[in-house]
T-cell receptor
Framework: DGGITQSPKYLFRKEGQNVTLSCEQN?????MYWYRQDPGQGLRLIYY???????QKGDIAEGYSVSREKKESFPLTVTSAQKNPTAFYLC?????????FGSGTQLSVL | AQSVSQHNHHVILSEAASLELGCNYS??????LFWYVQYPGQHLQLLLK??????LVKGIKGFEAEFIKSKFSFNLRKPSVQWSDTAEYFC???????????FGSGTQLTVLP
């Protein structure tokens, strides 16, 4: 079945450690997105990519990095520079403006 | 597993008509509820959210939603739509004790001038 797969579902990070969240889609969508949700707040856009080998910063890109080497994959790295990484991370893709969402990754700091 | 249903995939209205978009979820515990909007060519925006308290929630741009716990519903309403309300609307549910956010499949609203 086509869809967006995020892994892992739960991830724990030690202080000062970089971690990478995976997002894979087999929908043949050009555009992909990473959002973050904190308790009591709505989603905030971290990074997005409209096409392979190209991506743009969203509203809260500091402390994060992404790559888009393949159409199917848009991994998000949470670097040690991100001082408050504990959050729910949601990946999405879109075609003709319609969004499709992954199931998310909950990242917690040990 | 929890799920969110938006039964209307595409709604077409004339300007000044009233709007109600359905959202139902399948979970019996504490939930946090959201409506997001994506205007053509733009990113997701939060319209409104419900965490607790008054089940009638007012959001931006004249939208409101009512949480009816007995019906597991969180329908979005607007008394009089405008052409600029043309967009995709997503309902989302965040279970109270978990962090996972689950989205509905979205409803495309087209408002005819």
């Amino acid at each position: 079945d086509g869809g967006i797969t995020q892994s892992p579902k739960y991830l724990f990070r030690k202080e000062g450690q970089n971690v990478t969240l995976s997002c894979e889609q087999n929908l043949n969508h050009d555009a992909m997105y990473w959002y973050r949700q904190d308790p009591g707040q709505g989603l905030r856009l971290i990074y997005y990519s409209q096409i392979v080998n190209d991506f743009q910063k969203g509203d809260i890109a500091e402390g994060y990095s992404v790559s888009r080497e393949k159409k199917e994959s848009f991994p998000l790295t949470v670097t040690s520079a991100q001082k408050n990484p504990t959050a729910f991370y949601l990946c999405a893709s879109s075609i003709y403006g319609k969004l499709f969402f992954g199931s998310g990754t909950q990242l917690s700091v040990l | 597993a929890q799920s969110v249903s938006q039964h209307n995939h595409h709604v077409i209205l004339s300007e000044a008509a009233s709007l109600e978009l359905g959202c139902n979820y399948s979970y019996g515990g504490t939930v946090n509820l959201f409506w997001y909007v994506q205007y053509p060519g733009q990113h997701l925006q939060l319209l409104l959210k419900y965490f607790s308290g008054d089940p009638l929630v007012k959001g931006i741009k004249g939208f409101e939603a009512e949480f009816i716990k007995s019906k597991f519903s969180f329908n979005l309403r607007k008394p009089s739509v405008q052409w600029s309300d043309t967009a995709e609307y997503f309902c989302a549910v965040n279970l109270g004790s978990a962090r996972q956010l689950t989205f509905g499949s979205g409803t495309q609203l087209t408002v005819l001038p």
